[in-house]
């Protein structure tokens, strides 16, 4: 029997295994697109991945309910099926030890320049004493009262100099921030 689009559905239903080949042939990018962009990460995964969602489709074809479109149907299998492996290999990767974590200077932080220039660029708009407490509070990591006595100024004045400073930096780049829903 030729398997055609018409009768497929019946096919793989009756466990006939040239309806899952022409599932293969007909949906196999859809699937594997679909687990690419869950487990872009883990390229060497996704033939694995792709093998458990056509076992999934032939095991739970008489679950289709032929209210939607099929490759809708065979997309979201592919989609769970993607995100449950994406959750074990994220439970399998290991994971640095805080404590053995030693950062020796604050430039050594980021070790981002991206990240470096971006922060820079942001602060730029403020006047040198407002860069200056930006980066002591927040790239170095500053409390208040060490920056208010470093500084020679009273905490509250350093408050309303950071509140103005934060408003500053949002009207110069509106498209970095979201409005706040009060």
């Known amino acids: 029997m030729k398997i055609t689009e018409d009768n497929f559905l019946q096919?793989?239903?009756?466990?006939?295994e040239d309806a899952l080949e022409f599932v293969v042939?007909?949906?196999?990018?859809?699937?594997?697109?679909?687990?690419?962009?869950?487990?872009?990460?883990?390229p060497e995964d996704t033939e694995e991945c792709l093998y458990d969602v056509v076992l999934k489709i032939w095991?739970?074809?008489d679950s289709y309910n032929n209210k939607g479109k099929f490759e809708s149907w065979a997309a979201a299998i592919a989609?769970?099926?993607?995100?449950d492996r994406?959750?074990?290999?994220?439970?399998?990767e290991p994971m640095a030890d805080i404590y053995e974590l030693q950062i020796e200077d604050t430039s050594a932080m980021t070790g981002n320049d991206l990240f470096d220039s971006f922060f820079a660029e942001l602060i730029s708009c403020l006047?040198?004493?407002?860069?200056?407490?930006?980066?002591?509070?927040f790239w170095q990591?500053?409390?208040i009262d060490e920056a208010a006595?470093?500084?020679?100024?009273?905490?509250?004045?350093?408050?309303?100099?950071?509140?103005?400073?934060?408003?500053?930096?949002?009207?110069?780049?509106p498209g970095y921030f979201r409005k706040e829903e009060k």
Request: hydrophobic share 35%.
């Open 11 to 16: 096919e793989l239903q009756r466990r006939n």
């Open 25 to 42: 042939r007909n949906y196999g990018g859809l699937l594997k697109a679909v687990i690419r962009r869950i487990l872009y990460d883990y």
């Open 127 to 137: 006047n040198e004493e407002d860069r200056t407490l930006f980066i002591r509070i």
């Open 149 to 173: 006595k470093y500084l020679g100024m009273p905490k509250s004045v350093l408050y309303n100099r950071i509140s103005r400073g934060k408003r500053k930096i949002i009207r110069n780049y």
């Open 59 to 61: 095991e739970h074809s």
């Open 86 to 92: 994406l959750r074990v290999l994220k439970r399998l």
């Open 141 to 143: 990591g500053e409390s």
């Open 79 to 83: 989609k769970y099926a993607a995100l």
